[in-house]
């Protein structure tokens, strides 16, 4: 996503997305169940349940 908002760049954006998720055995954004449990746990208090539909939003479809 940081390609996306930095640069603008979707293609950038898609191919990172597809090299961090398919290249290591990752779950898709859009595989969010909205437990908020990363949440609780994030240091750096990120919305990751609204980061994470926005991400799906952008790159997925």
Do not use: F
Not at 26 to 39: M, S
Request: glycine content about 8%; aromatic content about 8%.
């Amino acid at each position: 996503m940081n390609y996306l908002t930095l640069y603008s760049d979707a293609g950038a954006a898609k191919h990172q997305y597809g090299w961090l998720v398919d290249g290591h055995g990752l779950k898709p954004a859009d595989a969010c169940i909205k437990c908020g449990k990363y949440e609780e746990a994030c240091p750096q208090h990120i919305a990751i349940r609204d980061t994470l539909e926005k991400v799906s939003e952008a790159l997925l479809k």
